[in-house]
């Protein structure tokens, strides 16, 4: 394989250029990016919106993390191809990268585990962990790898510019989850204010979000490709152009693979037909329910069964444990639900309720108030996945050791024997599990002496890699002892070479034993790593117990007695247009004249109030707006004058025991209350009401009062108020003393059902807009507000002070005197530079010429990247300069001779070679400038 | 002896050293090896870095009968090998040894005697013996000559020619001791040490015993790879471009016995590369002449030196 052919050039880059660079890539070759995509990435989005459907947001990222995680492979595969190759077909990226799945599940496994063990140390382990595991899709997609072998050599290669590697892995980290709340604000913002389309919730209020889904996964192709890159930048850097006959080796073994693709037609019309199927579902999932005239009471008990069979409300059957005190207060409605045993043997039990209620509405939040019962239980699947791992890891060598057995007991001119290398022979083997392995068939054949150099060259290449030692062919043995900065291996390294000299110098025979330890001293030197990380990962294991009874289950959707779900989808069910509000109630935009907003519902039991948004509702509701208050009076503004009314209660009995009879008006009709005659004055437009009231129970019997004249439409035996309606302005607030109604348990009660349609119809609006747990602060008016509101101000303080620290280290760093060494020959290069005319006049200019040639030999050697020996394409990738004209340069150079006759041209090549060289060591000195 | 007792010995003779001799630690290893090679070693470096001192304290210490000869230009042969003398009361001639007869020899900036009585030291280093009036007289075993010059002065010296050069088996620079090391030999000169007088040093050895070293050293394996390895260090300087005139086979030979030596020192019974390469610089440095042009362009001879040992793969199997 020709260099020069590769789309890619092969030199060092800085990490932003290999982005900039992923990105054109990308950009280049959109089609087969595209036709990949389609197959890899709709799928992918149509699961991860699937489950965040089925079981709420965290399942839907949980689900799409762990299909990234596979997704990306395919991605690696095509990159690797279309860097040499003009054409690359799919199905060849999608079956290079189904033959890695099953090595790449076991890796993310250990992967997962070992983000467990980090999360128990506050996640600082993964910035090592991580990057050390950041190549591994590479390694065993491209490199073939076994699973062991990836550890290694993916801890290597990411050692070897351990820099570029954590930049990189911190981007994986970062860049997705920016993708997607960018792909979330700017899409709303497209549908809402472009197109004109009820943009989905936010992921910021929701957990989630369609948008913010496709953010994450749009952004895959180009992250993948960039980690890529950054593995080619590092291999080129540390192998040099070494890496140009991997992937010549790839490419061939690939080659000999291209009749098994025909079998991926039909998987490939699978995944056409998957990706328009996901389409559909797409598509399905966004049309919206058809819309009813009005609010029936008479239909809600229909609605509320209709739900509760569907099988989305396991708050009867199977609650929340344990029972929240929001859901502990509605213990008296579960012997009144028909088959609730589960909620009622809940109520029966002597548990105690958790310190924080949880979410009624929103189910995530809930979750997240619960992240110590999903960690554990996601430690408990990852234990029992790491010993199935662990088994299947030790018996697949066992497995392979056996075989290899059975084939070296064959008779002999079935398997001939490896031949060893003699003296002469140089064999280059750039891996050192290759000549670990080498050395062991050696061993076998009887072949110890080579079996023992083997050894000796893979440890020697394990610490050259780590930077332990360097290679250089004039180097002893007893050197690379000597020199051998790792102190911990240079002992064992010591041991290998004392056998090795013992048997090539000292004529000694190597026994079996001596091999044997040797192979246990490289083995040692060259996987001592990966062992560690699987001690570390082993010893995560006993932190990760099963929890407590406590915390054993994972909230669902519809699980909690106290929650909303059944509220919400009642209304839906009703007709109503109900959605969440979407924005602070700080910032309601004030309705216009005669405008007929939706109405708002703010549940006081789940949202606070801070002053600017109680404000802002008075002045809302003035301006025409109707809120629709439940719950926690005392947290009401002030302007509407609520208070709590004290009931009588019979001696003995408390106000909370219930059952509290409930009548509650359903509104028919209801004046308009636009000021046409410009009289602001509301109190005159009452309303036109059903004749027949509805009836509720609830278990509590909090009762309220205005102070201002209001229009009772919900009130208990003892005629005090439950809810009633005030005007105010020009709209009207719809309070109610609690927020019962709007529970799953109080709702599943026969009866209730309509009391709440009833109650809610007094609102007049089939729109409702259900304010969230946050829309009751005001948004933070600067981006550091909003950190601290989110409670991230200590982690900013914290990180502008490691900033600072950083700057003063790199500043002290840098300001820093250091010496200027003197070039060792700098007398000869003056020398050269002042006497060129009269090496010309002597006849001098070819020793000349060869003379700098030799020292420019010795230098570029120096900073050339180990393994490589290409001096002219160095030079030309430093100089920037084409290749073809280094190379003719260099070669003249070293063609001089000291003692042949002058062709002519010596000095003028001595004149632009030291200008070249000048330009790739990256000083201005050159003859020309002179 | 065998290769343990050789290794206590070797270590004992240089902690016997140190107790006098504060760093110069190539120029001790540099004597006591060409000691057990059965070579001679010369020493250049500026006046008062304890070349002298050197030298008498490894003959203490070897206990060894230690002559010094300081070369002034009108220094004879005859001054150097003996003599014969008439004596009136017998008639005859009596032959009247030289301070060549010694077993170790300080030759005192040799470069400044001429050339013949320079060469007066020849058959002695070669052959150890000396021939006076047709007569060979042998020199007592170990026999070794380590010779001085001073680099500094160039007024009234006589280079030493490449045949005698190549005699000697090794050559050593001296340079300046580092400050801690100075204010160390300062602090004991302070302290009362008199360096003309080593009755506190022991020895540690005798001069049987360094034979015996001799024949052990001389016994250590060496294999045909590290022969390789040397042969292509030393023809390195014959085509190398910055050097006139390369080394002798004598260079080989003289590359193998001190590598020999250091391996046996280590308690190993074979040669290995890593013995060859310490020794190598020392055994060239003298053996090769340097390209006028070289020399104008202020190259040494161990920047080449260093340059072919970069340049040779050191002997194995795979890589």
């Not at chain 1, 351990?162 to 709340?181: C, K």
């Not at chain 1, 009749?259 to 999932?285: D, F, I, M, P, Y």
């Not at chain 1, 023992?452 to 893979?458: E, K, N, S, T």
């Not at chain 2, 009036?133 to 001073?150: E, K």
Request: charged share 20%; with cysteine.
């Amino acid at each position: 394989m020709d260099l020069m052919r590769a789309r890619v050039a092969m030199r060092e880059r800085p990490l932003l250029d290999i982005l900039d660079l992923a990105v054109r890539f990308c950009a280049a070759h959109a089609w087969p990016y595209a036709k990949l995509s389609a197959v890899v990435l709709l799928p992918g989005l149509a699961v991860s919106w699937g489950a965040s459907r089925i079981g709420g947001w965290w399942v839907g990222w949980t689900v799409t993390w762990m299909l990234s995680a596979f997704a990306g492979a395919p991605f690696v595969a095509l990159a690797s191809r279309l860097v040499f190759a003009d054409r690359v077909r799919t199905r060849e990226s999608l079956s290079i990268a189904l033959r890695a799945v099953p090595r790449l599940i076991l890796l993310r496994l250990l992967q997962a585990l070992g983000l467990v063990f980090s999360a128990l140390l506050l996640g600082l382990p993964w910035l090592w962990l991580g990057t050390v595991l950041l190549f591994v899709v590479e390694i065993l997609v491209l490199e073939q790898s076994g699973v062991g072998g990836t550890l290694g050599r993916a801890q290597r290669v990411a050692s070897a510019h351990f820099p570029d590697a954590v930049l990189t892995m911190l981007l994986l980290v970062v860049a997705p989850v920016a993708a997607a709340m960018l792909a979330d604000v700017a899409g709303r913002e497209i549908l809402a204010g472009l197109l004109e389309f009820r943009p989905p919730p936010s992921i910021f209020r929701a957990g989630g979000s369609w948008l913010a889904l496709m953010g994450w996964w749009a952004t895959l192709p180009w992250l993948e490709t960039a980690r890529f890159f950054v593995y080619l930048d590092i291999r080129t850097r540390t192998e040099g152009w070494d890496i140009q006959t991997r992937f010549a080796a790839i490419a061939a073994r690939l080659e000999a693979e291209r009749s098994t693709q025909a079998s991926l037609g039909v998987e490939k019309a699978g995944h056409r037909r998957l990706a328009v199927g996901g389409l559909a579902l797409l598509a399905l999932l966004a049309v919206a329910p058809p819309a009813h005239a009005a609010f029936d009471p008479a239909r809600a008990q229909a609605d509320v069964d209709g739900a509760m069979s569907e099988g989305q409300y396991p708050f009867c059957s199977a609650p929340r444990a344990p029972l929240s005190p929001s859901a502990r207060a509605l213990c008296p409605h579960a012997s009144e639900i028909p088959a609730c045993r589960g909620f009622l043997a809940d109520c029966a039990s002597a548990t105690p309720p958790p310190a924080t209620p949880p979410s009624r509405t929103w189910p995530w939040s809930g979750h997240a108030l619960t992240l110590p019962a999903v960690v554990g239980r996601a430690a408990q699947m990852l234990v029992w996945l790491l010993v199935a791992a662990l088994v299947t890891a030790i018996l697949i060598p066992v497995l392979r050791a056996i075989a290899r057995a059975k084939r070296g007991n064959d008779p002999p001119g079935l398997a001939a024997p490896p031949e060893a290398p003699r003296a002469d022979e140089v064999v280059v083997v750039n891996d050192e599990e290759l000549l670990l392995s080498r050395g062991d068939e050696l061993a076998r054949a009887g072949r110890f002496g080579a079996a023992l150099q083997h050894y000796l060259a893979a440890g020697l290449r394990a610490l050259d890699k780590r930077g332990s030692v360097r290679i250089t062919r004039d180097r002893t043995n007893g050197e690379y002892v000597r020199g051998c900065t790792d102190a911990g291996a240079r002992p064992v390294l010591r041991a290998i070479v004392r056998e090795v000299d013992r048997v090539q110098f000292g004529g000694e025979e190597a026994t079996p034993e001596s091999v044997a330890r040797a192979s246990h001293w490289a083995a040692a030197l060259v996987r001592a790593l990966p062992l560690l990380a699987l001690a570390l990962a082993l010893a995560g294991l006993p932190g990760c117990g099963s929890a407590g009874r406590g915390s054993s289950t994972v909230p669902r959707a519809g699980d909690d007695p106290a929650g909303g779900e059944l509220f919400l989808d009642v209304l839906r069910r009703q007709g109503g247009d109900v959605a969440t509000l979407g924005t602070s109630l700080a910032s309601l935009p004030l309705p216009e004249r005669g405008e007929r907003v939706a109405a708002v519902v703010v549940d006081l039991e789940h949202t606070d109030l801070d002053d600017d948004t109680r404000d802002h509702l008075v002045e809302w509701v003035d301006a025409g707006g109707i809120l629709v208050l439940a719950g926690h009076l005392a947290g009401w503004p002030k302007a509407f004058g609520a208070t709590a009314t004290q009931r009588e209660v019979p001696l003995g009995a408390a106000l909370s025991s219930g059952p509290h009879e409930l009548t509650v008006r359903r509104l028919l009709a209801r004046s308009a209350l636009d000021d046409s005659d410009g009289d602001d004055d509301a109190s005159g437009k009452a309303g036109v009401y059903a004749e027949t009231a509805e009836r509720g129970v609830l278990a509590s019997g909090p009762a309220m009062n205005f102070a201002a004249p209001a229009e009772g439409v919900a009130s208990f035996a003892d005629g005090t108020t439950y809810a009633a309606v005030l005007p105010h302005g020009g709209g009207f607030v719809l309070g109610i003393a609690s927020d019962e109604l709007m529970t799953n348990v109080a709702l599943a009660r026969p009866g209730n059902a309509a009391a709440m349609v009833a109650v809610f119809s007094n609102a007049d609006r089939l729109a409702l807009r259900i304010a969230d747990a946050e829309d009751g602060v005001s948004p933070p008016s600067t981006p550091i507000a909003a950190l601290l509101r989110v409670g991230l101000g200590t982690g900013l303080v914290h990180a502008l002070l490691a900033v600072l620290v950083l700057f003063a280290a790199a500043g002290s760093r840098l300001a820093r005197p250091r010496p200027i060494l003197p070039p060792r020959r700098r007398a000869f290069a003056e020398h050269v530079e002042a006497v060129g005319a009269l090496y010309a006049r002597t006849h001098s200019a070819p020793h000349a010429l060869a003379a700098y040639a030799r020292f420019a030999d010795e230098r570029l050697h120096a900073r050339m990247p180990r393994g490589s020996a290409d001096v002219a394409a160095f030079l030309a990738s430093r100089a920037r300069v084409p290749v073809e004209a280094c190379q003719r340069l260099w070669a003249r150079a070293v063609q001089a001779k000291a003692g042949a006759p002058p062709l002519g041209d010596e000095l003028a090549v001595l004149r632009e070679l030291s200008a070249v060289y000048a330009a790739a060591m990256g000083r201005p000195m050159s003859l020309d400038e002179r | 002896m065998d290769a343990n007792l050789f290794q206590q010995t070797f270590d004992r003779i240089r902690r016997e050293m140190a107790r006098v001799v504060v760093g110069q630690q190539e120029l001790v290893d540099g004597v006591l090896v060409a000691t057990i090679a059965k070579g001679h070693v010369l020493v250049e470096g500026a006046p008062g870095l304890g070349k002298t001192l050197v030298a008498r304290a490894f003959a203490t210490v070897s206990g060894c009968a230690f002559k010094r000869i300081q070369f002034t230009p009108d220094l004879m042969p005859s001054d150097i090998t003996g003599s014969s003398v008439y004596s009136r009361e017998t008639g005859r001639f009596t032959f009247v040894p030289g301070p060549i007869f010694a077993q170790f020899l300080l030759a005192d900036e040799i470069n400044r005697a001429p050339a013949k009585t320079q060469s007066a030291l020849l058959e002695a280093m070669q052959d150890h013996q000396v021939t006076v009036d047709g007569t060979s007289r042998p020199l007592p075993g170990p026999f070794v000559v380590a010779a001085t010059q001073n680099p500094v002065e160039s007024q009234g010296t006589y280079p030493l020619p490449e045949a005698q050069l190549d005699r000697f088996l090794f050559k050593l620079t001296v340079g300046d001791p580092p400050p801690e090391l100075e204010r160390t030999i300062v602090r004991h000169h302070a302290d009362g040490f008199d360096p003309t007088n080593l009755s506190a040093l022991h020895s540690a050895t005798s001069p049987q015993e360094l034979l015996a070293m001799q024949l052990h050293a001389q016994s250590v394996h060496v294999d045909d790879a590290v022969i390789a390895y040397i042969v292509e260090l030393v023809r390195r300087t014959r085509d190398d471009k910055a050097i006139e005139l390369g080394a002798s086979p004598r260079a080989s030979i003289a590359l193998l016995k001190s590598a020999q030596v250091i391996a046996a020192s280590d308690g190993r019974t074979f040669l290995t590369p890593d013995d060859v390469k310490p020794m190598v610089a020392a055994v060239l440095r003298h053996r090769v002449m340097l390209h006028p042009d070289a020399q104008l362009q202020g190259i040494s001879a161990d920047e080449r030196i260093q340059d072919i040992l970069r340049a040779v793969p050191v002997p194995r199997l795979a890589a």
